[in-house]
């Protein structure tokens, strides 16, 4: 039985066991609950929902990094993407796309690194960060229809403001933040890894 | 602990599917954003709540719709009647739209997590032939959101014990600091619940290559094929309203 066990997991060892796909799905609620009290409470204020991937990223990345550093496997960020997208990206299908696209990225940084450097793992967060901007590529490529709904659900004036904070070109300078919180949520994670987790050795 | 937060449906009317609660929070994802029309929104917010009550949670679908005739309510008073002062009217709109916005969400979320088993969800999704890889997370997902509401009640109890609170002005004035104490907590918690989580889910034999038997059958039956095709019509009708909307204007 031992001995089946070990051949099993040895067989396995770079596929996801199901013990690992419940780590990610859980992770998945903490980061989008995390996300959308974070988007929800700050989005009162037209500029700060614009910051808001500067904002989740300084606190969502210790999620994220917690999570990939746990199961050091392909496919935790990829999960971890496809859950945002599912949540967060599902009012245009480019924006869906765009998250999951950012997810595989991530992917592919943490395999550069052969799912052992950690550099790579910090800097694979400023890669998934950039799924914070896809919500917003509706503001460059939908523009018409997200200002109306904007109107519908907001009201005219915070709409025009949106409008006079938001030119077409807005989404350049909200993928720069969004790679800004990756890179701040990433040295954020870090310490605190390093100060809490560490020590207790949860990771 | 509040054991209903984990979901049971003993007093539901209907046993709906968890694939036709599935369905419903999809739909009500693409209604949300793609929504130009209020009346048609409100009909649509209405009709999730007449889905909870059937679901059995019918003290929260009442508390639901009470707050979604107040909403709406506010709202139509403020549409006629464009008077007062102009902070406190975009406040409170703003307020009431971003309730009404989220509403669809919150209450499909409410029918799946509330009224649905885990094992329920999982071996309706086994039966659809779909790898374990993708349900498994999705299913866990819904099984957790729940909990991490409670763990963050749990870490905002014990931060006021010890004094420190989570006042915005806080909030401002250390920003690092006061997400430090918060997601600390949090995460060291939640951990600790996959961690057990994960363990008694191995233990019931989870990840067995084998077909699962369900100790109660699940099955779809004519009303959810009638549920899941008036909703899907909605939704379709929705999205292909907000496409013509979005594209005209």
């Known amino acids: 039985m031992a001995k089946k066990e070990i051949a099993a997991a040895g067989a396995s060892s770079k596929k996801l066991r199901t013990k690992e796909l419940i780590y990610a799905g859980a992770f998945g609620a903490l980061y989008i609950v995390l996300m959308l009290v974070i988007v929800l409470g700050t989005s009162m204020i037209p500029v700060l929902y614009l910051l808001a991937p500067i904002t989740v990223g300084l606190v969502c990345g210790t999620v994220y990094l917690l999570c990939v550093l746990k199961v050091k496997k392909f496919g935790a960020a990829l999960i971890l993407g496809v859950l945002f997208a599912l949540c967060a990206c599902s009012n245009a299908w480019f924006s869906f796309v765009g998250a999951i696209a950012a997810a595989l990225l991530a992917e592919l940084v943490i395999k550069l690194g052969k799912y052992k450097s950690k550099m790579m793992y910090l800097l694979s967060f400023v890669a998934f960060n950039l799924n914070m901007a896809c919500p917003y590529m509706m503001l460059s490529f939908a523009r018409d229809s997200f200002l109306k709904r904007s109107v519908e659900y907001y009201g005219q004036e915070y709409a025009d403001g949106i409008a006079k904070l938001a030119p077409t070109w807005i989404f350049f300078p909200i993928l720069g933040f969004a790679v800004i919180g990756g890179i701040l949520g990433a040295l954020l994670a870090n310490a605190l890894i390093k100060k809490h987790f560490a020590k207790a050795g949860v990771v | ?249």
Not at chain 2, 40 to 55: D, T
Not at chain 2, 201 to 218: K, W
């Open chain 2, 1 to 249: 602990m509040n054991i209903s937060v984990y979901g049971e449906d003993r007093g539901a009317l209907v046993h709906f599917d968890p694939r036709t609660k599935f369905v419903i929070f999809l739909v009500s994802l693409a209604v949300s954003a793609n929504s130009y029309n209020a009346a048609a929104h409100s009909i649509y917010c209405a009709v999730l709540c007449g889905m909870l009550f059937l679901c059995g949670k019918k003290w929260n679908a009442v508390k639901m719709s009470l707050l979604l005739g107040f909403a709406v309510y506010i709202r139509t008073c403020m549409e006629m009647q464009a008077t007062g002062s102009t902070v406190i009217v975009t406040i409170i709109s703003f307020l009431v739209t971003i309730f009404l916005y989220f509403f669809p969400m919150l209450v499909s979320l409410l029918i799946i997590t509330q009224t649905t088993r885990v094992n329920q969800f999982l071996s309706a999704f086994q039966a659809m032939h779909i790898p374990t890889k993708i349900v498994i997370p999705i299913a866990v997902m819904f099984r957790f959101i729940p909990t991490v509401g409670e763990e963050w009640n749990g870490v905002r109890k014990a931060m006021a014990f010890r004094g420190m609170s989570l006042e915005p002005s806080a909030i401002i004035r250390h920003p690092v600091r006061t997400v430090e104490y918060i997601l600390i907590p949090l995460l060291f918690s939640c951990i600790s619940i996959m961690e057990e989580l994960a363990a008694a889910a191995l233990a019931r034999g989870m990840d067995s290559s084998q077909q699962r038997t369900a100790y109660e059958p699940v099955r779809l039956k004519a009303y959810d094929y009638i549920t899941i095709i008036l909703f899907l019509t909605v939704g379709i009708w929705f999205f292909a309203a907000g496409l013509i909307t979005g594209g005209a204007a």
